[in-house]
């Protein structure tokens, strides 16, 4: 089976480029990277500038950066990747330990698809890539999705619907509200991760779920994690979203392939961080 990525055809055999200056990292994400994905071509660069001459030798499927490098900022090597025709259009994830506080300030720069935050661990990476480069056909899990566009609601439905998930759907933050606080007094939290539009029919918005999410019923990002679908470009607003306590957030118009990525990571993350939590409790 193949799949067409940045005009280039996707076998069995993705190519992941991999820029750090450190190279006991890149050695890392690169053994992860061949036990996740058989058959994954991994090349590593230290600097920006070899990875500028890598990148005009040969398209690759997926490029992970880190945002500090040797000679330049990762953001300026993000750019020149979009800049280079043959890779307008591949994932560009930066891969780092600063990544939270940039994300609060929304100054991870136009040229990057995603971030991964390396405390999350490299095993982490290499299921986050394979999400991209070799995407899961089926996945499970429950998915409350607020959403009051019947049309909007519909087709997303059906491609979360697609690959497996249980989607619960409503239309308002009061009726989410509502769903939460009954499943709670039955001792379930209602979901394995929120899927929530920010503006809603009602007096409340998506940020408003956020807050009685987080302070209200007090679940943390890794026990019901939250993904915001948000069509306001508006740094600060979207900051604002994220110290809310939202996981990650999705631009509208929604690009399937790209929110369901970033879905089962979250769900995959969620999962791991309540095992470690059962095993610390164990211990």
């Known amino acids: 089976m193949s799949t067409n990525i940045s005009g280039r055809l996707l076998t069995e055999a993705p190519r992941v480029l ?28 230290d600097t920006g500038a070899e990875a500028q001459q890598v990148l005009g030798e040969g398209a690759f499927d997926f490029v992970t950066i880190a945002l500090r490098l040797p000679d330049m900022d990762g953001l300026e090597l993000a750019k020149f990747v979009r800049e280079s025709g043959a890779q307008a259009y591949v994932p560009i994830v930066v891969v780092s330990g600063d990544v939270e506080a940039r994300l609060h300030r929304r100054s991870l720069g136009e040229h990057v698809t995603d971030y991964f ?12 890539i394979r999400g991209y480069v070799s995407p899961q056909t089926s996945a499970e899990g429950s998915v409350l999705y607020v959403e009051d566009s019947r049309v909007v609601a519909l087709a997303t439905r059906r491609m979360l619907e697609k690959i497996g998930l249980t989607v619960r759907h409503v ?18 939290i209602g979901a394995d991760l929120v899927l929530t539009d920010v503006s809603l029919k009602g007096e409340l918005t998506g940020g408003d779920l956020l807050e009685h999410i987080r302070n209200v019923f007090g679940y943390g990002k890794g026990r019901l994690p939250v993904l915001v679908m948000t069509g306001d ?8 979203l994220i110290r809310a306590g939202a996981n990650d957030l999705v631009e509208k118009p929604v690009e399937e392939k790209l929110l369901i990525t970033k879905l089962l990571f979250q769900l995959r993350v969620a999962r791991h961080l309540r095992e470690r939590e059962r095993a610390d409790q164990d211990a």
Do not use: H, M, Y
């Not at 991999?18 to 660069?45: A, F, Q, Y």
């Open 233 to 240: 470009e508006n740094p600060a607003n979207q900051t604002a």
């Open 117 to 128: 935050d390396k405390a999350l661990g490299f095993q982490a990476l290499a299921e986050f």
């Open 171 to 188: 239309v308002s933050v009061e009726d989410a509200i509502a769903l939460l606080e009954t499943d709670r007094t039955l001792g379930w």
């Open 18 to 45: 991999v820029v750090d200056g450190s190279r006991v990292v890149r050695k890392l994400i690169g053994r992860v990277l061949n036990e996740e994905l058989p058959g994954v071509e991994v090349v590593g660069c």
